[in-house]
């Protein structure tokens, strides 16, 4: 998955009526996946700009947090790295591994600017970083990739898991939150200061926690890119049955079991909600591709073409979400950490999420692409490419 599509793998606008997709024209796929993804990331972030704990919640804000934790939490990110991983096997494939390691080099960079600047959560910089191990796999199989991506996942999870059940030996702790802790009072350029002395060791301990994991989500994307699967989704109707059929059909029990696993308060909880939250996901995700990829083999997507404008200016959009909720929320801005509960903050995401679709479409008709993606591109390309 990338943040910002690499160069000459994004479709053109579509417009009228949705068509099937032909063996000669590129797929909206990517990126109505890649839209749709990154408006289920701000409904999950959201928890941690408003700075409310799910295991609080009660009342229509605990339905809404059990929605999230059902269909969205852990499906969302997983399959923007799935994504991420597309993205970067196409670029590999097309102009060799010294063009992929500008790019990552060029998103590491913004990725640093974004979680010292903006937000302590950024997640462009730890994919740039653990994406580097795509360049190991420029000559691999589809079966070697998803075999790697299989070995890798299974052993992230069955140490999670462990790890999860070693709690429950011990006393019942309070549960972890994870959120910022952001005091009354709190200028900009304290958090500034302290998201600077924090993102190094940060980025160093989610890299080697989340590593595998992350890198098995990229392993599975580029085998995606290899085969086609995305691009000429016609040609994979009957994979595309069995990720629906299975991946729904595991995920959405374990996307139930999470949600009642994150209203329990005790670190034994927190710590076995994140193998459930994660290999639910991604079952969900396998899932959502297939249905969706069923839909744009057929020519119906429908309103969910509108999603594509969003997806091909997915970075600027990722980092404009941030601005956004952290102006609101943080105390150097609108100081509404900690006041809203998981309802008004849904909602707000939602709002924000759907907005910039019609705003995506026109940053694509009156520039091209958007001013983040036209940054990375210049950079990575030069002048020339740039400027497209």
């Not at 790890?163 to 006393?171: I, M, N, Q, T, V």
């Not at 350029?189 to 924090?198: F, I, K, M, Y």
Request: overall charge positive.
């Amino acid at each position: 998955m990338t943040l910002a599509p690499p160069p000459d793998t994004t479709p053109a606008p579509e417009s009228g009526p949705p068509r099937p997709v032909g063996g000669g024209e590129r797929s909206a796929l990517p990126d109505v996946l890649r839209g749709l993804a990154l408006l289920g990331i701000l409904i999950v972030n959201v928890q941690n700009f408003a700075g409310f704990r799910e295991w609080e919640q009660r009342g229509v804000d605990g339905a809404v947090q059990t929605l999230t934790d059902m269909f969205v939490n852990g499906r969302a990110i997983s399959l923007f790295a799935m994504l991420f991983g597309w993205g970067a096997a196409g670029l590999l494939a097309r102009h060799g591994s010294g063009r992929l390691l500008r790019r990552l080099v060029v998103l590491f960079a913004i990725g640093t600017a974004h979680a010292v600047l903006v937000w302590t959560g950024d997640i462009i910089s730890n994919y740039a970083l653990l994406s580097l191990a795509l360049l190991l796999t420029a000559r691999a199989t589809t079966g070697t990739l998803v075999a790697l991506a299989g070995g890798l996942g299974a052993w992230w999870l069955l140490t999670t898991v462990l790890e999860g059940l070693g709690a429950l030996a011990r006393d019942p702790r309070p549960r972890f939150s994870g959120l910022p802790i952001l005091p009354p009072g709190t200028t900009y350029g304290d958090a500034v200061a302290e998201r600077a002395a924090d993102f190094l060791p940060a980025l160093i301990n989610g890299s080697v926690y989340n590593g595998p994991w992350l890198i098995a989500l990229f392993l599975l994307g580029a085998a995606a890119q290899r085969t086609g699967l995305l691009t000429r989704p016609q040609e994979h109707l009957p994979l595309l049955r069995r990720l629906a059929v299975f991946g729904l059909g595991i995920g959405l029990p374990l996307g139930i079991l999470l949600a009642w696993m994150n209203t329990q308060g005790t670190l034994s909880a927190g710590l076995l909600s994140i193998p459930v939250r994660m290999g639910g996901g991604l079952a969900s995700a396998l899932g959502y591709v297939g249905v969706l990829g069923l839909l744009a083999a057929g020519g119906r997507l429908g309103v969910l073409i509108a999603f594509a404008a969003s997806g091909r200016v997915a970075m600027s959009n990722y980092i404009a979400q941030s601005l956004i909720m952290t102006t609101l929320f943080y105390p150097y801005g609108g100081a509404q950490y900690g006041e809203w509960g998981a309802a008004p903050a849904v909602l707000l995401a939602l709002a924000v999420g759907l907005a910039q679709l019609p705003l995506s479409a026109w940053v694509l008709r009156r520039f091209g692409s958007g001013p983040l993606e036209r940054l990375t591109r210049w950079l990575v390309y030069g002048p020339a490419r740039g400027v497209r």
